[in-house]
């Protein structure tokens, strides 16, 4: 059974940094890829970062460009997300994803982790 969870949230004041995990199992992901995605309240759920589990070619929304950076420890089945210069409109519920590369959607989400950006 695949699974993906993911850990680290919290509250940081603005200007800190977070660093948010993802482990994965289940499977081998050799031809998958993993995604953070995010839901604030009351907006939609939006795409993040994303990383191949095969070539570690990574994407990333505009708003956290040159801030946030995504990476992957594939003995550990790890993916990570390293948060910084944190805004208060990078609150929001971080989910992790796994989808086979090529695919439009992602198979598989975690249950989320509250990151919350706060003096």
């Known amino acids: 059974q695949v699974q993906v969870a993911e850990s680290g949230g919290g509250l940081v004041q603005p200007g800190g940094s977070l660093r948010l995990s993802c482990a994965a199992s289940g499977r081998t992901f050799v031809d998958y890829r993993m995604g953070w995605y995010r839901q604030a309240p009351g907006k939609e759920r939006e795409f993040v970062a994303s990383i191949s589990w095969f070539t570690s070619f990574t994407s990333y929304t505009d708003s956290v460009k040159g801030r946030f950076a995504i990476s992957l420890d594939t003995a550990k089945k790890t993916v990570y997300l390293q948060m910084n210069s944190l805004k208060p409109e990078d609150t929001a519920v971080y989910y992790c994803?796994?989808?086979?590369?090529?695919?439009?959607?992602?198979?598989?989400w975690g249950q989320g982790t509250q990151v919350t950006v706060s003096s």
């Open positions: 994803a796994a989808g086979r590369i090529g695919a439009q959607s992602y198979d598989y």
